[in-house]
């Protein structure tokens, strides 16, 4: 157990749709990280927050946005969901030095 | 483009004897650099880190080897168990300014198998 929490753990939905996954990062981790998994990339980052301020982009698409909350959990949002967004989403996070992130165990994504 | 590639998607090691892992990247900023371990239907899970100042770590049966001029990596472990079946993932980052690590840019993975 990483001590990172993710949920829901799986999530079905509709195309065109819009859905929330939630992630707590390790307490006392000021870093959470957003990651896609689709069947056949490997993990692909798309957004990092710092102590609730964005801190680095990575291969986000517009329709996806997040927070990180003053309690420093994170939540990811996904809008006019479409087939290729089906995927794992990992959140991860770590500490302020540290370079070691820290997952949990995902959020599978299925848009039908 | 892929900045992290990890060129074998499957390695097959005998039980007792060494598993290497290899990871090559195109991107001379990065400067920390981790394995990760991930079984089916679970997250990756920390293994084992190196900065670009070493060229070596240790950390039990795992050890890491970076080799900045080949802009190579590689995991070994020794000896190799049964539970260490799973996918393998070679991570690349660069400490962020102000403190905190950005992203991490992931190979795609290599499928370890130990065989009895």
């Known amino acids: 157990d990483s001590g990172v929490t993710q949920t829901p753990k799986h999530l079905i939905t509709a195309t065109g749709q819009r859905v929330t996954l939630r992630c707590s990062p390790r307490?006392?981790?000021?870093?959470v990280y957003w990651y896609q998994q689709s069947l056949d990339q490997g993990l692909q980052f798309l957004i990092q927050?710092?102590?609730?301020?964005?801190?680095a982009k990575g291969n986000i698409l517009e329709r996806f946005s997040a927070q990180q909350f003053p309690d420093l959990h994170s939540e990811l949002n996904l809008s006019s969901l479409e087939l290729g967004d089906s995927a794992l989403y990992f959140c991860?996070?770590?500490?302020?030095?540290?370079?070691?992130?820290?997952f949990g165990p995902g959020t599978r994504l299925t848009v039908l | 483009d892929q900045q992290v590639k990890q060129n074998s998607p499957s390695l097959s090691v005998q039980e007792g004897r060494i598993s290497i892992l290899n990871c090559d990247y195109t991107?001379?900023?990065?400067?920390?650099f981790l394995w990760y371990k991930k079984y089916p239907a679970e997250g990756p899970t920390f293994l084992i880190s190196?900065?670009?100042?070493?060229d070596k770590n240790e950390d039990g049966r795992f050890t890491v080897f970076l080799n900045k001029s080949a802009k190579h990596l590689s995991l070994h472990i020794v000896p190799s168990q049964p539970g260490d079946s799973a996918v393998y993932f070679c991570a690349a980052g660069q400490a962020g300014v102000g403190g905190g690590a950005d992203g991490l840019t992931f190979g795609k993975g290599t499928h370890l198998i130990i065989q009895p």
């Open positions: 190196i900065s670009s100042i070493k």
């Open positions: 991107n001379s900023m990065f400067d920390y």
């Open positions: 991860a996070s770590s500490v302020e030095v540290d370079n070691e992130q820290f």
């Open positions: 307490s006392g981790d000021l870093s």
């Open positions: 927050y710092y102590n609730g301020e964005e801190r």
